[in-house]
């Protein structure tokens, strides 16, 4: 079994070699003793959600510290092509469940999108409840999948921002649409910058935000014959993108 995750902040781990010590305290270390119930002798991994990792050894376990002695480093490294997904906002919790997945699947970022048909609407005070919700299922799925780099999540963005978005340079996005005649898996990768993945609502991406979209520079593509939900597309698509790339 994999050894559990648990975090540090930031910067916490520069420098760190076979045999220092590295503390977990507050919540961490709470949950490390009365929760997972660790034990003296366990494996441990500890990470910054910023790239370092370091795998451990239990050496002393409270409620208020736990002591790990460092086995060796097990740093994840920044990918050179990022895969971003956009997820607009759906309702039924379905575009909180594409975030978990794709985070589950190596998603480096994801943005919320507000799109013209989200019967989900972030308004006010919604947006702040919003994104932390989305944060949330991305701490609760790094963590799952024992992540080192966590995905950047993004601030809400509108269908204008999204197409100013994909007009930026070094980025290549792809818009998921059950009427495009080429397949994600032929459309090619470049070899580094940054992917854009537009995933759309139940009601799916307006025909006004598709022709914005392409004027862009977004390229249409369909996983299939089959309609996906809102909540299944997305990470359909990344494991499509990383078989192509980081999976071979």
Do not use: N, Y
């Not at 971003?84 to 970022?109: M, N, P, S």
Request: charged share 25%.
């Amino acid at each position: 079994m994999t050894a559990p995750l648990f975090l540090v902040d930031p910067g916490a781990l520069d420098g760190l070699a076979r045999d220092d010590v590295v503390e977990l305290t507050g919540p961490e270390a709470h949950h490390a003793a009365t929760v997972v119930r660790l034990t003296v002798g366990e494996e441990v991994l500890v990470a910054d959600r910023e790239g370092s990792r370091v795998l451990t050894v239990a050496e002393e376990i409270t409620r208020e510290v736990v002591r790990l002695l460092v086995a060796e480093r097990a740093d994840e490294q920044a990918p050179a092509l990022r895969l971003t997904l956009v997820q607009a906002l759906a309702k039924d919790g379905r575009d909180e469940d594409a975030v978990e997945a794709a985070t589950e699947l190596g998603v480096d970022g994801v943005i919320p999108w507000q799109a013209d048909r989200s019967i989900v609407r972030w308004k006010g005070p919604k947006v702040e409840k919003g994104q932390q919700k989305w944060a949330k299922v991305v701490e609760r799925a790094a963590k799952q999948s024992r992540r080192a780099r966590w995905p950047r999540l993004e601030g809400l963005v509108t269908s204008s921002a999204l197409t100013e978005r994909c007009s930026q340079a070094g980025v290549t996005p792809f818009v998921l649409h059950e009427d495009a005649s080429t397949p994600l898996a032929a459309a090619g990768l470049p070899g580094e910058g940054e992917v854009l993945l537009v995933v759309g609502p139940e009601g799916g991406i307006s025909p006004e935000e598709v022709e914005a979209l392409v004027a862009a520079g977004a390229t249409p593509v369909r996983l299939g014959d089959l309609v996906l939900r809102a909540s299944t597309a997305g990470p359909a698509a990344l494991a499509v993108l990383s078989a192509m790339d980081r999976w071979r």
